[in-house]
């Protein structure tokens, strides 16, 4: 029968995201909180899990978990998300109210995710 078509979606969107880890690396060093360490090495790993879960998302033997992957995902970036909101040189240029609706977008993602793990 296939994968449905929003599977796809999330699968595209997160293999985008992971090249984007590459493509703009400065943008993402910016956002990771000072208390980690490794910045780079921070980045480079996030940006190859999203590319190899979003690929994983569309081969029906992996995607379950390739789901539970990206909620791991979802979970350990959410510190950044945080960062962003409270430091306004993470801020990338956005507004207090788009950073803060970041938040909870992290856990629509998260939702959207599980929805893929049965």
């Not at 979606?9 to 984007?20: D, E, S, T, V």
């Not at 978990?65 to 956005?94: E, H, R, S, V």
């Not at 992290?106 to 959207?112: D, G, P």
Request: aromatic share 16%.
């Amino acid at each position: 029968m296939g994968l449905p078509w929003h599977l796809y979606a999330m699968a595209l969107l997160y293999i985008i995201a992971g090249i984007n880890h590459f493509r703009v690396p400065k943008l993402y060093y910016k956002i990771i909180p000072p208390y980690f360490s490794n910045q780079k090495l921070l980045n480079i790993v996030s940006g190859i899990a999203e590319i190899i879960l979003g690929i994983a998302l569309c081969i029906p033997q992996l995607s379950q978990y390739a789901a539970w992957g990206i909620i791991i995902l979802l979970i350990a970036i959410f510190p950044a998300n945080i960062y962003m909101y409270q430091n306004d040189k993470a801020a990338l240029g956005l507004p207090k109210w788009a950073r803060i609706l970041r938040l909870p977008l992290q856990f629509l993602l998260i939702y959207w995710a599980f929805q893929y793990t049965c």
